[in-house]
């Protein structure tokens, strides 16, 4: 089975300043990788995600991630944060070969500062 | 084009009801998708279509949760039986394949359910 750990589940941030949100997951077979941000009393939107080839993916918004197999880690980024970047965002993997189907993390709810 | 829709956006219920959940998927995507958000369990995937392959039910918490997709598009989760802790936001997604490659899922807007 796999797992996909959180680390915060709150972020506050100035507006302006850098952001990251730290993402770690477990599984015992190749999984890809997924950013998805949730805007209050909105659905989900993907923001990235990897699936092979360079491990630093551009997303939407400018957000970046970054794969590290070794630590199993999926970090987000982002280096100057607005107001409208306040959201929960979501880290998921799915299995390859397996479905599509996502387990998600807990989340972490960012809240940009004026 | 058009997204991902769901109906109805807000349901209250009173326990021991059935509810029926709509989910639209976007034209042409052959892989539907359930989940579940609520605040003690997170997100949790409940079950998926894709074309006329058996649906994986893996994720139902219980056996009063069923799902059906008729005709390749359209789906009906149905909650039996509803239970205080059935409340929840259902969200329901799509892709254009679920073959295991990583493809996008794009989501609804979600039903809250609430059940008195």
């Known amino acids: 089975a796999q797992s996909v750990t959180q680390l915060d589940s709150q972020v506050p941030v100035f507006e302006e300043a850098p952001v990251e949100l730290r993402c770690n997951y477990s599984s015992s077979v190749s999984v890809y990788l997924f950013w998805y941000v949730q805007y209050p009393n909105q659905g989900l939107q993907l923001l990235l995600k990897y699936l092979s080839g360079s491990t630093l993916v551009k997303g939407i918004n400018g957000f970046e991630a970054e794969f590290n197999k070794s630590q199993t880690s999926f970090h987000l980024r982002k280096p100057s944060v607005h107001i409208s970047d306040t959201a929960e965002y979501f880290c998921?993997?799915?299995?390859?070969?397996?479905?599509?189907?996502?387990?998600f993390g807990g989340g972490t709810r960012v809240l940009v500062k004026p | 084009g058009a997204g991902v829709s769901q109906s109805p956006s807000n349901k209250v219920t009173e326990k021991g009801k059935d509810v029926e959940l709509r989910c639209d998927p976007i034209s042409g995507h052959t892989a539907l998708y359930w989940y579940r958000q609520s605040l003690g369990q997170g997100l949790e995937f409940l079950i998926y279509f894709q074309g006329n392959s058996a649906p994986d039910k893996s994720g139902l918490p219980s056996d009063r949760f069923s799902a059906e997709r008729t005709g390749g598009s359209v789906s009906t989760l149905t909650i039996q039986r509803t239970q205080q802790e059935d409340s929840a936001v259902y969200l329901c997604a799509s892709s254009l394949w679920a073959s295991g490659s990583g493809d996008t899922q794009y989501f609804g807007p979600g039903t809250r359910l609430t059940v008195l």
């Open positions: 998921a993997v799915s299995v390859k070969a397996a479905g599509n189907k996502l387990t």
